[in-house]
Each structure stands twice: as structure tokens, then as C-alpha cells.
């Protein structure tokens, strides 16, 4: 039990393109989920918290319209990378939880590559 | 506020030999403690986690960890290394379980098993 799907597993594309990248619970329902971002070699860091029928809560330093993140549903949450630029190549993770007494469950992440 | 501190960033041990990579951690409130493992390109993977009770936490994959107040750390065990067991480790801190709240992370110890 406990599966996060996230997708595209990995995306190269073209500098100015906006990206969507999807993170599923595919077994339970979340009510919060969570976007991170992993540069080589480096830890993980928070970008926003995600929450169902919400507006999401960012990280200080993290520009809200750059980084688009819509929670439609208990189920899934995406994240847009709008005019993405070569600085925003990086591995992005998801995670999600059932609530706040179950641990938090990580998708595969995306690595994204701007060209 | 929280914070986590990996003590060694690559850690190398032999084949069948003990495995310790060190936490502590930092809290203003009773934390909620957690090792996650990273293979390449893949998600995080929850191997044990620490709320409350019991100081000695059992994982998955013959991992366990303990958690000491007096010396704020929550280091990592396993007591014979097998090659399937290296990767990135990191540990976490949250002042919840987990679920609804961020999780900060260490920077991570990248485990390297030799034959």
C-alpha cells in the first residue's frame, strides 16, 4: 500500500516551454501533498505544501508563478514549471500522506532537463 | 525550528560489515524522526521512522535505528552490509508524524559497499 505514481519519470525540452508534472496517490487518499526539489549531490528541499481544494503554501524563495501547483483533487496534485529556463533543471520529488499520523510516501520524481 | 545534521557524506564499508551513519538533530518541540533511502534517479523510501515509545526502531531491510534524546541523535544501523544496501540515506526531522507537516531534511550520506 502507500503508492505515489509521478509523471514523466523525466523530461527534456526546449528553454521557454512550461512543464506539468504529475504526482498520483494511487491507493489512498491525500489530503496534503509536497513538492521537492533535489539538485545533484544535494538534499532535498521543500519547495510548497499541498493541499487539497487550497491555495498551496510556498517555501520562502520559491516564486508561486514560476512554479504552479494546483491540487484539484485527493488523489492528485501537479506542478507546472512555467517558461522554464536552464536553471530550473533539476530532480523534482512529490510525496504524499493520508493524513498527519501516517508518514509521508515519496513518488519516483521527475528529472527535468531544459535545454 | 529544526534541523538535521548527516555526520559524513560518504560513508564505505565492507561486505558483511556493520553499517553506521550518524543523525542529530535539532528541535524546539518532541520530534518525530525518520531515515529515508534513495537509489539513482528513484523517490525516497521509508525505512524506519521514530514517533514516540519505544527508543529502538526496527526497519526494513535489517536496518534499525535509536533514538537518544540526551544526545539528540538518531543514528542508523545495520549490523552486516549487504551490496544492495548502498545508496543515498538520508535522515529527517518533522515536529509531527510526518504527514501533514514539512520534513527537513539532512544533507545525506551516500553508502558505498565494497566486495
Known amino acids: 500500500g502507500a503508492v505515489v505514481s509521478q509523471h514523466p519519470s523525466r523530461v527534456i525540452c526546449k528553454s521557454g516551454t512550461s512543464v506539468k508534472i504529475e504526482c498520483r496517490s494511487l491507493d489512498f487518499q491525500a489530503t496534503t501533498m509536497f513538492w521537492y526539489r533535489q539538485f545533484p549531490k544535494q538534499s532535498l528541499m521543500l519547495m510548497a505544501t499541498s493541499n487539497e481544494g487550497s491555495k498551496a503554501t510556498y517555501e520562502q524563495g520559491v516564486e508561486k508563478d514560476k512554479f504552479l501547483i494546483n491540487h484539484a483533487s485527493l488523489t492528485l496534485s501537479t506542478l507546472t514549471v512555467t517558461s522554464a529556463h536552464p536553471e530550473d533543471s533539476s530532480f523534482y520529488i512529490c510525496s504524499a500522506s493520508r493524513d498527519s499520523s501516517q508518514p509521508q510516501h515519496f513518488g519516483d520524481g521527475t528529472r527535468l532537463s531544459i535545454l | 525550528a529544526q534541523s538535521v545534521t548527516q555526520l559524513g557524506s560518504h560513508v564505505s564499508v565492507s561486505e558483511g560489515a556493520l553499517v553506521l551513519l550518524r543523525c542529530n538533530y535539532s528541535s524546539s518541540v518532541p520530534p518525530y524522526l525518520f531515515w529515508y533511502v534513495q537509489y539513482p534517479n528513484q523517490g525516497l523510501q521509508l525505512l524506519l521512522k521514530y514517533t514516540t515509545g519505544a527508543t529502538l526502531v526496527k526497519g526494513i531491510n535489517g536496518f534499525e535505528a535509536e533514538f537518544k534524546k540526551s544526545e539528540t541523535s538518531f543514528h542508523l544501523t545495520k549490523p552486516s552490509a549487504h551490496m544492495s544496501d548502498a545508496a543515498e540515506y538520508f535522515c529527517?526531522?518533522?515536529?509531527?508524524?510526518?504527514?501533514?507537516?514539512?520534513?527537513?531534511f539532512g544533507k545525506g550520506t551516500k553508502l558505498t559497499v565494497n566486495p
Open positions: 529527517a526531522v518533522t515536529g509531527a508524524q510526518g504527514g501533514s507537516e514539512k520534513l527537513v
